[in-house]
Every structure is written in structure tokens, then in C-alpha cells.
């Protein structure tokens, strides 16, 4: 029996090379990287696709979480193979109304840095070709047909025959697309504008900054330091807030000229190059995880935090889980991998995808963020870093509530050492 994904048997002859792998991976970002270099250390042949070229650029705040620190350490990644790695050992937070508090995130350990996209992901996909992935970026999705036993995908000038694909092909999915299963009129939960900059003299050019501003409300702006006074910063927002997207690129000149965000980064700053902007998705608890021989993962899954908007940490757990579960399930059918993966994903993401979402609903409140701030503050210095810890996903957002995720070091692990 032959399923028909997206155009027709014909299309399969517009091909000038035929490659046959174990697995196929659609998409280089993080989520993509991390499962095909997982598969290929397990010993599976794993061709990678991905539209773009390499080095390519990806509009997002480069942030990166403890949660995502550990994924890259499972990757055995070298930070030094990304020129702008920047670790940050704290973070600055402004209420509403105006106070601010800072919060610790030293060691022993790194808990968060901030790594340019442009760069991250180049490493990771540099990364992958050294574990024997065969990497062929520039040739982009096109189409596929399912069978029994395996998946035939045209992509730029390529025929692929696959045992599974591995969807990490962000949040407007080609794969998911194909497979007929996309949301009609979905945007996303968050949509993202960045900048970077240059010349930040304030204490932007070593810390990083959050201000939930009252008229972002529900969402946030940043600043995240890079090497030699440089920045990213960008702002934020929930659709169905108060802000419409529309009205962001007015708003952004505004915020630039806030005295506290000016302070911050000095009077003296430069913006580089244009703004972008980005929608984010946030809905991994009612995302379809798995299809047939087909996983999605990352933006794919709509796998991002929802209260924070970020996803990198999650784009790179949900590609090794996906990696996992097809070498567990091996030879078995592909329901097997499927379940595992499900299940999987459940575990480490619903609980703290529900929690960030009741949280989320009290900080998109004035009053909320006010009083988050406030408790912070007054918390003394073991409550401010633990505070820390938890925001940037040291343990899972809801661990607390989860005791089968229960360990021995609870709150008390290091930090990420990647050198």
C-alpha cells in the first residue's frame, strides 16, 4: 500500500541523484543537527537536507538556557568552534514599575551564554558532517510518498529513500505540510523582532537584560551581551496581547529611547545592520509528534517554551529523543519508534509546557510581573540564584511538581562545563 504525502510518482524522475540512507533528516537547525548527530554516532547512515546553505542566519534572541547547555555537552560541542560565544554568569530583571533586581548565574559551571545563530548552527551542522552525516544543504524539501517499508522524498534534484524522516523543519514545516496536518491560519503563540548592535558601554555589555515593560504586557524585552560591546537585543509579544504585530516596528523605535534601556547600554550604541522579526510556536501538548516513519521535532513540534518563547534547549532535546527512539525501535515497526518518541516528549516537556503556560498568565499581568519581581528581591541571595536557575531551565520548569523526575542532585548540579 502506497500513501501519496504530496505530488505524484512522476515527480520522482526529476531528479539528477538517487541516495538511500536509514534515516533522513529535513532541516539544520539545532533540532535537526542534534538528531542526525546522534543517529550517526549510533552507527545509522543519516542524510541531512536543509533549503538554505550553510552559514545561514536564523532570526532569534541567541539565547541560550542551561537546558540547552546540556544538550549541547551531550554532543561533546566545543563553544570555541563559535566565534561570539558569550557566557553570562547573571541577569538583570525590571518590573513594571520600574525595580530592578539582579540575579546570579555563576558556577562552578555555565548556566546561560548567548551564541549568534549564524554561527551555532553552522557549528552544529560542521559538527554533524564530522560524525558522517552526509550534509546537503542548499537542496530543500519537496515533496514525499510513503510506503510499507520506507519513504521516497524529492528534494532539489535529489531522490531519497528512507527508513524515517526526522522533521526539523521549523514552523512553517514543509514535512508537516506534506503530511496534512497543518493548522489552517496558525501563527504561532509568539511573535519575536531582534536587532543586533554594537558599542554597548552599560552594563548590557556584560549582563543580560530582561524588562517586562507595562505596555509589552504579556511579553518581554531583552538585551544579550556579545563579545567586544556588541549585542542582541529585541523585544517579544503573545499574539491576542495588547500589542499588534502590526504596530511592533513603532514600537521598537520607542523602546529604544527609554532611558533605563539607553542606560543600559550607553549612550553611545549603534544598531547594525535591519531588524527582523519571527513567529514562534508554543503548543507541544497538542502538536502532532509522530506520523508514520515521520517525527517531528523543534518549531516542527511547536516545541518552545510558552511562557518565555524560547527554543533552542527544547529543539535539541526533542531531536536526540527522536534520534533515541528510532535506534531503540530499530528493525521493529515504525509505531514502536513513534510510541517512544510520544512518550518521550510527554515526559520531558508537558508538565513544564503547562506550567509555563499558568505562569505565563500571571506575568502577562502588571500586577504579576510586579509582584514576581518583588518576591525575588526580598528572597535574599540563595533565592535569587535559585530563581536563576529555574527561569534559565536548570531542572525542568515543573520538576517540583513531577517527582518521577526526581534526582539525587536536585537543585544543586554544577553548571555546564563545554571546554
Known amino acids: 500500500m502506497i500513501t501519496h504525502l504530496s505530488a505524484s510518482a512522476s515527480n520522482l524522475i526529476d531528479v539528477n541523484e538517487t541516495v538511500s540512507t536509514d534515516v533522513l533528516v529535513v532541516g539544520g537547525g539545532p533540532a535537526g543537527s542534534a538528531a542526525a548527530i546522534a543517529l550517526a554516532r549510533s552507527g545509522r547512515d543519516v542524510v541531512l537536507i536543509d533549503r538554505a546553505a550553510f552559514p545561514r542566519d536564523k532570526c532569534c534572541g541567541d539565547g541560550l538556557t542551561t537546558l540547552a547547555l546540556r544538550e549541547l555537552e551531550l554532543l561533546a560541542f566545543d563553544p570555541g568552534t563559535v566565534d561570539d560565544w558569550f557566557e553570562v554568569d547573571g541577569a538583570s530583571l525590571r518590573s513594571p514599575s520600574g525595580r530592578s533586581v539582579d540575579v546570579p548565574l555563576d558556577g562552578p559551571g555555565t548556566y546561560a551564554a548567548v551564541a549568534p545563530r549564524l554561527q551555532l548552527d553552522n557549528a552544529l551542522v560542521e559538527l554533524a558532517r564530522a560524525a558522517g552525516v552526509d550534509v546537503r544543504d542548499g537542496h530543500g524539501f519537496e515533496s514525499m510518498i510513503e510506503h510499507d517499508d520506507r519513504i521516497e522524498v524529492v528534494a532539489d534534484h535529489l531522490h531519497i529513500t528512507t527508513r524515517y524522516v526526522v522533521a526539523a523543519d521549523g514552523m512553517w514545516s514543509p514535512v508537516r505540510k506534506a503530511l496534512g496536518i497543518n493548522e489552517q491560519g496558525y501563527l504561532g503563540e509568539w511573535h519575536g523582532f531582534r536587532q543586533y548592535g554594537r558599542g554597548a558601554t552599560g552594563t548590557a555589555a556584560k549582563q543580560l537584560h530582561v524588562w517586562f515593560e507595562a505596555d509589552l504586557l504579556p511579553g518581554y524585552a531583552w538585551s544579550f551581551p556579545l563579545p567586544n560591546g556588541r549585542f542582541n537585543i529585541g523585544f517579544g509579544v503573545l499574539r491576542g496581547g495588547e500589542v499588534k504585530t502590526?504596530?511592533?516596528?513603532?514600537?521598537?523605535?520607542?523602546?529604544?529611547?527609554?532611558?533605563?534601556?539607553?542606560?543600559?547600554?550607553?549612550?553611545?550604541?549603534?544598531?547594525?545592520?535591519?531588524?527582523?522579526?519571527?513567529?514562534?510556536?508554543?503548543?507541544?501538548?497538542?502538536?502532532?509528534?509522530?506520523?508514520?516513519?515521520?517525527?517531528?521535532?523543534?518549531?516542527?513540534?511547536?516545541?518552545?517554551?510558552?511562557?518565555?518563547?524560547?527554543?533552542?534547549?527544547?529543539?535539541?532535546?526533542?531531536?536526540?529523543?527522536?534520534?533515541?527512539?528510532?535506534?531503540?525501535?530499530?528493525?521493529?515497526?515504525?509505531?514502536?519508534?513513534?510510541?517512544?518518541?510520544?512518550?518521550?516528549?510527554?515526559?520531558?516537556?508537558?508538565?513544564?509546557?503547562?506550567?509555563?503556560?499558568a505562569l505565563g498568565k500571571v506575568l502577562a499581568k502588571p500586577w504579576g510581573a510586579r509582584g514576581a519581581i518583588r518576591v525575588v528581591d526580598a528572597s535574599g541571595m540563595w533565592g535569587k540564584r535559585n530563581f536563576a536557575r529555574w527561569m534559565f531551565e536548570d531542572e525542568p520548569r515543573a520538576v517540583a511538581l513531577t517527582p518521577i523526575r526526581w534526582h539525587r542532585r536536585l537543585f544543586k548540579r554544577p553548571g555546564v562545563n563545554l571546554r
Open 246 to 357: 502590526k504596530e511592533m516596528k513603532q514600537l521598537w523605535l520607542d523602546l529604544l529611547e527609554r532611558p533605563h534601556i539607553v542606560e543600559a547600554l550607553g549612550a553611545d550604541f549603534e544598531l547594525e545592520d535591519r531588524h527582523t522579526a519571527w513567529p514562534i510556536p508554543a503548543r507541544v501538548d497538542e502538536a502532532v509528534l509522530a506520523r508514520g516513519r515521520v517525527l517531528l521535532t523543534g518549531d516542527a513540534a511547536m516545541a518552545t517554551d510558552v511562557m518565555t518563547g524560547e527554543g533552542i534547549g527544547q529543539a535539541l532535546l526533542t531531536g536526540r529523543l527522536a534520534a533515541e527512539a528510532i535506534d531503540a525501535a530499530g528493525a521493529l515497526h515504525p509505531s514502536v519508534a513513534a510510541g517512544i518518541y510520544e512518550r518521550e516528549v510527554e515526559y520531558h516537556l508537558f508538565a513544564d509546557h503547562k506550567m509555563s503556560r
